[in-house]
């Protein structure tokens, strides 16, 4: 797999190698940190024992929860051709940009005590319904994780040819027969990868214990590091979560890298299928139930961010619209950084792969490593690393920049390592005996092939940063802010009105900064 | 369009405020958020003293009580603020064993505070008492101690602070230790179920019982006042407890590090002055630590007032805290 016969330049070595060098410090070498300050000989007491069980639990909860819904809603929408089915498919893939404290404030808006629903069961006399605490993080977790599951479980559902649903009714095959010869293996393939990510995912959550958890008995790893560092003052018992956080997820990161298959974005969902076994009333009935439920789960907070945020949007203090410029500045650099570490990574991989073919694994230890290494540790290790010379609230935006920059590392790499490839081995040879060199032949030849991906994953990795409420905790002066940070803010001192107007802008600049670069990348190049 | 306008204003401000500080020197004060809010002290306070100081008074919210010393710790000698303003008697062992504060050297004589003062580094600006705040006319027979509010029905719930980061959260744990010393673990065992949420300031706690979320909320005797003389509302009171009520007395002090020293102890004279403690009982609701010459605001007089008071000398406070935290965390994450 010779895609080049150039040899190896030392320029490529040194801008990818020192790519591959800043990712090996944010995420190895702020472990390393945390494990030179890590207190070993302290015993975990009996409250970090159970903040450990909680953070395990509440993962495994939700990820059975989500999937366990995730597989008839699956099933429907893959099944069931109505109006709508293409709106719904394409809304299940917003969560990824949608930011977690925006989802908070619309989950308390429907379920907190004071919630639609809670005001709703007062007319019957039913007590108020209580979020805080277990209930509540699952909960939110769960409304983060169905649209993925969904996604996952109907790519498993295309990925079955239509031959077998067309033989199976030749033959005459029943539901429960179609279930056990079809849908179980196709499941049972699928569901261990679905598990492992939500899993991974639920661990190292910060926000939503944050704003959910509700006291000591709600409490996840990466919230207790947060304490211990901004309560406590107490390096040491942060570090040691850090090391037990890091080795968890680490554990789940292999798993889930040797288990779960690559998601692929397969555009065949326009085929219609029939199920010749599901046209009795009793499975049309069940269907129309579970998606109505699904939907009303998923776009009733969404719904109310609008609904409560269209009003206060307009008479946002200024402090909210210097945080607003302050985000997407961050996730600009933020953006630039990723994509610019993920073209140099991809340049020096590309180059080598016709000696060493690593091509899939690369991208496979770059996820590895930044999901082990949750932003949660790469912030705390540089805390740690910077303290002694320098305020880290000084330089709150840009680390917090660097940080989700790494974070949209693996995302960025999947996408353009890939397009690079092809393009070096479809017109590399090309421009080599044209005479190209240097820029442009990167201009010409390649870029016209990396534009697309590029843009779509400069746009992720942007609104990515946008909702972010991490790092920035940590750091942040009082004084200095992201519009996350503000929200929670308002959140907390219960302006609750002033929140849901950020909310609502939060939402939307993360969704234009995502439409924005996803459409630079698809312009054609005669407007370059 | 409304947007640009405030974009545009927003620079302003910005541009504004770098373009002043270059001319009159800035004193800043780490304080906790409820205090720079508008609505609380911290705008009259701002203006006052920069009547008289011919310097700019930079207020920042920077968490309560215990998040805002790790907040000074963290930063370190490097930290901007002169002065840290807020923490209470629970926390001024522990501040003063960070060696970041430096000492006052001024006689605090005129004080009118429940217990004689004589700290170092550390000058009170106002006192409270802790204490559960309910809705009178949803609570008809509110508990009388913490034995009776553990009897409360399953549905009465109550929303307190984080002792590890709010000074009423660590109030409320020392209130318990000293109620109880020896029975404090099982007293936190039967609060457990009616804890409906922990919050990590207060700002956040009561804002969930002025919204209806809670039944009732940790706070003080004197909250009261702001929906009496406020809101003219008296619907809130305070749960009277017979085991007597903890004491906070908040407290401000220099810090070592600060580059303007002098202003520091200015504004640290003001603070005691008239000028500052008139400003506090209808703005940080709280007695203040010097009587002002025209007494307390009417509607203080319809406060509770404790049969007892309680409160754990500042030099003992250091190891009650940690002995009471472990329990409390314990019990509470079971």
Not at chain 1, 18 to 42: E, P, Y
Not at chain 1, 299 to 309: A, E, H, V
Not at chain 1, 495 to 516: M, P, T
Request: glycine letters at 6%.
């Amino acid at each position: 797999m010779a895609y080049s016969t150039q040899p190896i330049k030392l320029k490529y070595l040194i801008i990818g190698g020192s790519a591959f060098a800043l990712l090996l410090i944010l995420t190895l070498g702020t472990v390393i940190v945390l494990w030179l300050n890590a207190d070993i000989k302290d015993a975990l007491s009996p409250s970090d024992w159970s903040i450990i069980r909680f953070t395990i639990s509440q993962a495994i909860i939700s990820a059975i929860i989500s999937i366990l819904i995730a597989i008839p809603t699956a099933r429907a929408l893959y099944f069931r051709n109505f109006k709508g089915r293409q709106v719904i498919l394409t809304i299940m893939g917003a969560p990824f940009i949608l930011p977690t404290i925006v989802a908070i404030l619309g989950i308390i808006a429907v379920w907190g005590r004071s919630g639609y629903i809670s005001e709703f069961i007062s007319n019957f006399n039913i007590n108020p319904l209580n979020i805080y605490g277990f209930t509540g993080v699952v909960l939110a977790h769960v409304f983060f994780n169905i649209p993925l599951a969904t996604r996952f479980i109907v790519q498993g559902w295309a990925a079955i040819p239509i031959e077998h649903f067309r033989l199976s009714a030749q033959l005459g095959i029943n539901s429960s027969g179609i279930s056990q010869h079809i849908e179980q293996p196709m499941l049972k393939s699928v569901i261990p990868g679905i598990f492992l990510i939500i899993f991974l995912l639920c661990i190292s959550s910060f926000a939503v214990a944050l704003a959910l958890g509700g006291g000591p008995k709600a409490t996840t790893i990466e919230l207790a590091i947060y304490q211990s560092l901004r309560f406590d003052f107490n390096f040491a018992k942060a570090a040691q979560l850090g090391i037990i956080q890091f080795s968890l997820c680490a554990i789940l990161g292999i798993m889930t890298v040797m288990f779960s298959k690559p998601v692929q974005f397969s555009s065949g969902l326009d085929i219609k299928i029939e199920r010749w076994d599901r046209t009795h009333f009793r499975y049309l009935l069940f269907d129309i139930f579970i998606l109505t439920f699904v939907c009303l789960f998923l776009f009733l907070p969404l719904l109310s961010i609008f609904i409560r945020g269209i009003i206060p949007i307009f008479s946002l203090p200024n402090t909210v619209w210097i945080a607003a410029f302050n985000s997407i500045l961050v996730a600009i650099v933020s953006s630039i950084i990723s994509i610019g570490m993920a073209i140099s990574m991809s340049g020096l991989i590309v180059r080598v792969s016709h000696k060493f073919p690593i091509t899939s694994q690369t991208i496979e230890i770059v996820s590895f490593l930044t999901l082990a290494a949750s932003p949660f540790i790469i912030g705390t290790g540089l805390f740690i690393l910077l303290f002694p010379y320098i305020s880290p609230f000084t330089i709150a935006l840009p680390i917090t920049a660097l940080v989700n920059a790494a974070m949209a590392l693996p995302f960025a790499l999947r996408m353009i390592l890939p397009a690079m490839a092809r393009a070096e081995k479809n017109y590399g040879k090309l421009a080599d005996s044209l005479g190209m060199t240097k820029f442009s032949r990167f201009r010409i030849a390649i870029w016209p092939r990396l534009r697309r991906p590029v843009g779509f994953s400069a746009g992720l990795a942007a609104a990515l940063s946008m909702g972010d409420l991490g790092v920035i905790t940590l750091f942040a002066p009082a004084d200095v802010a992201t519009l996350p940070l503000v929200m929670y803010r308002l959140m907390s001192s219960y302006q609750i009105s002033a929140a849901s107007g950020v909310a609502l802008l939060l939402v939307s600049l993360s969704i234009l900064l995502f439409w924005v670069f996803d459409r630079g990348g698809q312009l054609e190049h005669n407007i370059r | 369009m409304n947007k640009f306008i405030n974009i545009a204003a927003g620079f302003l401000v910005a541009s504004a405020t770098t373009a002043s500080a270059q001319e009159l020197p800035k004193l800043t004060v780490y304080t906790y958020d409820s205090f720079v809010s508008d609505w609380g002290p911290g705008p009259a306070i701002k203006k006052a003293f920069e009547e008289t100081c011919n310097c700019e008074l930079n207020l920042i919210g920077a968490g309560d009580g215990a998040a805002l010393l790790s907040r000074l710790q963290l930063e370190g000698k490097r930290t901007e603020a002169d002065i840290a303003l807020g923490l209470d008697t629970n926390l001024t062992a522990r501040a003063a064993s960070t060696g970041l504060f430096a000492e006052h050297n001024s006689e605090l004589k005129n004080l009118n505070l429940p217990i004689d003062w004589s700290d170092d580094l550390f000058i009170p600006y106002d006192w409270g008492y802790f204490a559960f705040i309910y809705d009178n006319t949803k609570v008809k027979n509110p508990p009388k101690n913490f034995e009776e509010l553990i009897m409360m029905p399953d549905d009465f719930k109550i929303v307190i602070q984080d002792p590890r980061s709010s000074t009423p959260g660590l109030g409320l744990l020392l209130w318990v230790k000293e109620a109880y010393p020896d029975r404090a673990a099982e007293i936190w065992e039967g609060l457990a179920p009616k804890i409906l949420t922990v919050t990590a300031g207060w700002s956040e706690a009561y804002g969930m019982f002025t919204e209806g979320e809670t039944d009732m909320v940790l706070s003080y005797t004197t909250s009261p006042a702001y929906h009496i003389i406020a809101e003219n509302d008296e619907t809130k009171s305070a749960a009277n407890f017979d085991e007597g009520h903890y004491m906070q007395i908040e407290v401000a002090a220099k810090l070592s590090s600060s580059k303007n020293p002098e202003l520091a102890d200015k504004f640290l004279q003001f603070m005691t002055s008239d000028g500052f403690q008139s400003i506090i009982p209808t703005t940080n609701w709280m007695y203040p630590a010097v009587l002002p010459t025209n007494g307390l605001p009417t509607g203080f007089e319809k406060l509770i007032s404790p049969s007892k008071s309680l409160l754990i000398p500042s030099n003992k406070a250091q190891d009650a805290r940690s002995e009471a935290l472990s329990e409390w965390l314990t019990v509470l994450s079971q």
